[in-house]
């Protein structure tokens, strides 16, 4: 069956390091993958979009890898900042005419 | 812009009643989505619309009906509404299938008691 994991449900970092978040992914051959963040009571926004054939996007302090033999998409944020505390979610755009699909996300908290 | 708008903000129902949730943008976007999220479950997509007129069944469509009569208006309908049907609801939209950044509403809570 498909499934798309993101395999912390909740990650506490110490301000000023860097978090490291992760998206696998089973039976997919995605077109692309995206992140959202989450804040409470709000609906996700969108961060980072990184296509099949890149390795690697930044902006600012993220950076999204995509690694189609290992499926699976890391999410950085370097220098984190108590700010950055949100819920963090993968989604991904099979090949073929098919809707976007979400993991269930990961609440990161940076702690001062 | 004021983006994507969701009425109402919150609700509650009763078991059997029925309501309409309205999402509206203002972006000129194609594309709309109707999604449910509930604790430990992600966001799961009900219906979508490629266009004004046009509706698809998405991962959990059972319960609702939606309709596209307007571009800029994308509407969720619960006939008779169940317990299972407590969730957060959220609208989004995307420009297009390529180029599908998708832009959220602020989400409608809804409880069925």
């Known amino acids: 069956s498909q499934k798309i994991e993101q395999n912390s449900e909740a990650l506490n970092i110490q301000e000023g390091k860097t978090a490291t978040l992760t998206c696998n992914y089973t039976?997919?051959?995605?077109?692309?993958l995206q992140w959202y963040r989450q804040d409470p009571g709000r609906g996700p926004v969108f961060l980072l979009l990184?296509?099949?054939?890149?390795k690697e996007k930044r902006k600012e302090r993220l950076k999204v890898t995509f690694d189609t033999t290992l499926k699976q998409s890391l999410f950085h944020i370097t220098a984190s900042q108590p700010a950055d505390s949100a819920t963090y979610l993968c989604?991904?755009?099979?090949?073929?005419?098919?809707?976007?699909?979400f993991g269930k996300g990961t609440r990161l908290s940076v702690i001062a | 812009n004021a983006g994507v708008t969701q009425t109402p903000k919150f609700r509650v129902l009763k078991t059997g009643q029925s309501m309409t949730l309205l999402c509206a943008q203002d972006?000129?976007?194609?594309?709309m989505y109707w999604y449910r999220q509930d604790p430990g479950m992600g966001l799961r997509l009900i219906h979508y619309?490629?266009?004004?007129?046009?509706?698809a069944k998405g991962e959990v469509p059972d319960g609702y009906n939606v309709s596209r009569l307007k571009k800029q208006n994308f509407l969720l309908g619960l006939e008779s509404a169940a317990p299972s049907q407590t969730s957060v609801y959220f609208c989004?939209?995307?420009?297009?299938?390529?180029?599908?950044?998708?832009?959220f509403g602020p989400g409608t809570r809804l409880l069925v008691l």
């Open positions: 039976n997919y051959s995605p077109a692309y």
């Open positions: 990184i296509r099949e054939n890149e």
């Open positions: 989004a939209s995307s420009y297009s299938w390529a180029q599908e950044t998708q832009y």
């Open positions: 972006m000129n976007h194609e594309y």
């Open positions: 619309s490629v266009g004004e007129g046009t509706t």
């Open positions: 989604a991904l755009r099979n090949s073929g005419n098919t809707p976007l699909v």
